[in-house]
């Protein structure tokens, strides 16, 4: 959340856009002047003092306006020009324009209606038959998804702040369509009618809002369309409404109803309980006319409301202060001064905000070809003493700007994960550990995972799900039938299982891995901090099995890797412990890391065993290779440039520490092998992918590592050099791995975030249990002594896979 002095930081700014705009920038034609004019003030509610910006644009009445997923971009669409504008949130300076008149494809939009945010910067809007994806760093403008068979008259559009789901209100059919917008597909969603739906919205924790204007209500859809609250009514009193015009939410939750009738926004929490409200009806100073639109940003600390009231007519920002809605204070949005050329090859480009004693470098990073947000506190001296070479950049294919923020942030020693990820959740309830606050920024993944689960609970119908309870006449002699979904109990802090033990290697193979020893971390965690008593489950495989069902029951599957469209809950790998890595930790530390960084090869460096993805992914052009490792290995085999060595014979981990770059790649699924050359202080290279582990989400592009494959395979070359040129930059970046595995992925790190997980979980679970329930009992201990050659599963430090 900006600091509270920010309003008079962006009070001046806007007085000297406003300046700009006047002078220099009208004389040489960067301003319109039928469609600007100078800002104004007046006050909206007694007690707070409120400011307004205001703009000529036309057609406000039917305007819609849109919040970038980090609150730094305003997009407006403006229906009949059939084009979406963006400008900068803080001090409204445009930025660019996508959209033009035509018949749908190629950049032109038919009928736009509605706009979205979508993932990592993404911004989306329905047309006619259509929702498409525009991605500012690049400029390009795909069709997402749709049809006119499956989506004929989209009117509404709301994204899931943290899946890759899209919401959009057909009015043909009046009905409600769920998207996936990676693979453009439609998704199981059982929509009841909803006719004359107004206003659309989705909730922190991926419930879906919809208003009736007609009928002054409010409905919440759970994630699978099943309806569960309603609240609002007819009338002018504090939860009621006149004609509800847009909604918003925030990460708490808190949603936000504008009434264009009354001319207020009144927030409630997401059971529908009132807590305040803004604004009322009028032409006076703190009044509003007539808002049709709003958006609000993640941290509600913004609201952006277009008023279609008399003239002048307003785009208006609101600023909330760190009480909340109830506290809003108001700083003026400034005119529009210039156009800002966005430079993208790979995706990256900062910005500069105030943060207290230094500066925050926000960075806008490409993954898979879309952006995403972050930002890393970083002192202005340090930052001013680290960037990187601008010509190295360029020629590396990398913006110029990005060299120095990803180098002040990484040379600059900035904190290994940044609070902004996890300022919205905090545990709370429970006693947490004081040694597991250190790893707070891990714990965001927790809330994440369980939000599928926020609306509805977890019951004993959803572990049913995952394997049924084992009883006397269950076939156990190889552990639980099927032997891949393995249901537990936490019984007073002792793992036992319920569902016939775990895969049984009767023919004495080796398998007992990825389930034995991820549940023995559970029983480290549950023996060390203590966990709450519940049923829970866990999966055997490298990729999440759980995907959601329109009116059945969801399981909670516990696993190590998933993609973004799996419903599965992240624990650690087990290989964690499986392959010693503490000990790995430990050696690391003990012999210096290697050799010292300037005796080095500086060149990339990979062995790989030939595991080919689950899951190919793909580069910008649309490229998939069959089997990444592969391609990785014969494109350095057949280059000429000499700046990898992949293709050689096998090698260990610890003698591999003596290049200064690594290459990590997906294996089947995740492959461990990130987090043990994290530790070494090489500089990680890490493959573009959708796959993610419990930790991903805490790691930082350009700081903890270097993304590539976005441009293809052959883009490795350019990092190579790239970081041959700017050589502090890629030893920073290997030092933030380093510190980042040694601080948070050892043993205390992934326990403390089981812990969290547990208590996370404990609070949603709908039913308590008592050990009599189950007819068979196992006790983990009992079952890994009997069945597990566990003496056999040990790190070999020179481990390469």
């Known amino acids: 959340m900006r600091q509270a002095s920010c309003a008079l930081l962006l009070a001046a700014l806007c007085a000297s856009a406003r300046a700009e705009c006047d002078d220099a920038s009208k004389a040489a034609g960067a301003c319109k002047v039928e469609d600007l004019e100078q800002p104004h003030e007046r006050t909206l509610k007694p007690g707070a003092e409120y400011t307004f910006g205001s703009k000529w644009f036309r057609d406000f009445e039917q305007a819609k306006i849109a919040l970038d997923l980090s609150g730094g971009y305003a997009y407006l669409l403006e229906p009949s020009r059939y084009r979406v504008q963006a400008f900068t949130a803080e001090d409204g300076k445009y930025i660019q324009s996508f959209g033009k008149k035509g018949k749908n494809g190629g950049g032109n939009l038919a009928g736009p209606s509605a706009v979205a945010p979508g993932e990592e910067g993404s911004i989306f809007v329905a047309d006619k038959c259509a929702l498409y994806k525009f991605e500012p760093a690049t400029g390009a403008m795909t069709m997402a998804a749709g049809s006119c068979e499956e989506l004929s008259e989209p009117t509404l559009l709301a994204g899931d702040r943290f899946e890759k789901w899209m919401y959009a209100y057909d009015a043909a059919t009046q009905?409600?369509?769920?998207?996936?917008?990676?693979?453009?597909?439609?998704?199981?969603?059982?929509?009841?009618?909803?006719?004359?739906?107004?206003?659309?919205?989705?909730?922190?924790?991926?419930?879906?809002?919809?208003?009736?204007?007609?009928?002054?209500?409010?409905?919440?859809?759970?994630?699978?369309?099943?309806?569960?609250?309603?609240?609002?009514?007819?009338?002018?009193?504090?939860?009621?409404?006149?004609?509800?015009?847009?909604?918003?939410?925030?990460?708490?939750?808190?949603?936000?109803?504008?009434?264009?009738?009354?001319?207020?926004?009144?927030?409630?929490?997401?059971?529908?309980?009132?807590?305040?409200?803004?604004?009322?009806?009028?032409?006076?100073?703190?009044?509003?006319?007539?808002?049709?639109?709003?958006?609000?940003?993640?941290?509600?600390?913004?609201?952006?409301?277009?008023?279609?009231?008399?003239?002048?007519?307003?785009?208006?920002?609101?600023?909330?202060?760190?009480?909340?809605?109830?506290?809003?204070?108001?700083?003026?949005?400034?005119?529009?001064?210039?156009?800002?050329?966005?430079?993208?090859?790979?995706?990256?480009?900062?910005?500069?905000?105030?943060?207290?004693?230094?500066?925050?470098?926000?960075?806008?990073?490409?993954?898979?070809?879309?952006?995403?947000?972050?930002?890393?506190?970083?002192?202005?001296?340090?930052?001013?003493?680290?960037?990187?070479?601008?010509?190295?950049?360029?020629?590396?294919?990398?913006?110029?700007?990005?060299?120095?923020?990803?180098?002040?942030?990484?040379?600059?020693?900035?904190?290994?994960?940044?609070?902004?990820?996890?300022?919205?959740?905090?545990?709370?309830?429970?006693?947490?550990?004081?040694e597991c606050w250190k790893h707070e920024d891990m714990y965001a993944m927790v809330f994440d995972n369980l939000r599928p689960w926020m609306a509805r609970g977890i019951t004993k119908a959803d572990l049913d799900a995952c394997a049924p309870a084992a009883t006397p006449e269950t076939d156990t002699k190889f552990g639980t039938p099927g032997g891949m979904q393995f249901r537990l109990l936490l019984w007073e802090n002792e793992v036992i299982i319920t569902s016939g033990g775990i895969r049984r290697q009767t023919d004495g193979h080796g398998h007992e891995g990825l389930e034995y020893y991820q549940i023995s971390q559970i029983q480290d965690a549950a023996r060390r901090f203590g966990l709450p008593t519940m049923e829970f489950a866990v999966g055997f495989g490298d990729l999440g099995h759980i995907r959601g069902s329109m009116d059945g029951p969801l399981c909670p599957l516990m696993i190590y890797c998933k993609q973004p469209s799996n419903y599965d809950i992240l624990i650690p790998d087990g290989q964690f412990t499986q392959y010693l890595y503490d000990k790995w930790l430990d050696k690391n530390r003990k012999d210096g890391y290697g050799e010292p960084w300037e005796e080095k090869t500086d060149k990339a460096i990979g062995r790989y065993l030939t595991y080919c993805s689950y899951v190919p992914q793909?580069?910008?052009?649309?490229?998939?290779?069959?089997?990444?490792?592969?391609?990785?290995?014969?494109?350095?085999?057949?280059?000429?440039?000499?700046?990898?060595?992949?293709?050689?014979?096998?090698?260990?981990?610890?003698?591999?520490?003596?290049?200064?770059?690594?290459?990590?790649?997906?294996?089947?699924?995740?492959?461990?092998?990130?987090?043990?050359?994290?530790?070494?202080?090489?500089?990680?290279?890490?493959?573009?992918?959708?796959?993610?582990?419990?930790?991903?989400?805490?790691?930082?592009?350009?700081?903890?590592?270097?993304?590539?494959?976005?441009?293809?395979?052959?883009?490795?070359?350019?990092?190579?050099?790239?970081?041959?040129?700017?050589?502090?930059?890629?030893?920073?970046?290997?030092?933030?791995?380093?510190?980042?595995?040694?601080?948070?992925?050892?043993?205390?790190?992934?326990?403390?975030?089981?812990?969290?997980?547990?208590?996370?979980?404990?609070?949603?679970?709908?039913?308590?249990?008592?050990?009599?329930?189950?007819?068979?009992k196992i006790s983990y201990d009992e079952e890994v002594k009997q069945y597990v050659p566990m003496e056999k599963s040990h790190m070999i430090i020179a481990n390469t896979t």
């Open 175 to 434: 009905k409600l369509r769920k998207f996936d917008t990676e693979e453009g597909s439609p998704l199981a969603f059982d929509s009841p009618a909803l006719p004359g739906a107004s206003a659309l919205a989705v909730g922190a924790d991926g419930g879906v809002y919809v208003a009736f204007a007609d009928r002054s209500e409010i409905i919440k859809l759970d994630p699978l369309g099943k309806q569960i609250r309603q609240w609002g009514g007819k009338g002018s009193g504090d939860g009621q409404f006149e004609l509800i015009s847009d909604l918003a939410c925030d990460a708490e939750n808190n949603v936000f109803v504008l009434d264009a009738s009354q001319g207020r926004v009144q927030v409630f929490t997401e059971q529908g309980e009132y807590l305040t409200s803004l604004g009322s009806k009028g032409n006076a100073d703190g009044q509003l006319k007539r808002p049709t639109s709003m958006d609000v940003t993640h941290s509600a600390d913004s609201i952006f409301i277009i008023d279609d009231g008399k003239p002048p007519q307003d785009m208006t920002f609101v600023k909330g202060g760190a009480e909340g809605p109830a506290g809003l204070a108001r700083v003026p949005w400034s005119t529009i001064i210039s156009l800002c050329c966005l430079i993208a090859i790979l995706g990256l480009y900062p910005s500069v905000h105030s943060s207290g004693g230094g500066m925050t470098l926000g960075r806008r990073t490409s993954v898979n070809g879309k952006l995403q947000s972050r930002d890393v506190s970083v002192p202005v001296a340090a930052a001013a003493g680290a960037a990187a070479k601008p010509a190295a950049a360029a020629a590396a294919g990398l913006p110029a700007a990005a060299g120095p923020t990803a180098a002040a942030a990484a040379a600059a020693g900035a904190d290994p994960s940044s609070r902004e990820t996890t300022r919205w959740f905090k545990p709370t309830g429970y006693d947490l550990p004081a």
């Open 618 to 776: 793909t580069d910008r052009h649309g490229r998939a290779e069959p089997c990444m490792r592969n391609a990785y290995v014969n494109h350095s085999r057949d280059s000429t440039s000499g700046l990898t060595e992949l293709d050689g014979p096998g090698m260990s981990l610890t003698e591999q520490r003596r290049w200064k770059y690594s290459l990590h790649l997906d294996g089947l699924g995740c492959s461990n092998r990130l987090q043990k050359i994290m530790a070494t202080g090489q500089t990680v290279i890490r493959q573009d992918s959708n796959l993610t582990e419990f930790f991903y989400a805490a790691l930082r592009p350009w700081v903890h590592y270097v993304p590539t494959g976005y441009n293809g395979v052959e883009e490795v070359d350019r990092i190579v050099q790239f970081l041959r040129d700017n050589d502090d930059l890629a030893r920073a970046i290997g030092e933030q791995a380093r510190r980042f595995a040694h601080e948070h992925l050892n043993e205390e790190g992934r326990l403390c975030y089981i812990k969290v997980l547990f208590e996370e979980m404990k609070k949603l679970m709908k039913y308590e249990v008592t050990a009599d329930d189950f007819p068979v």
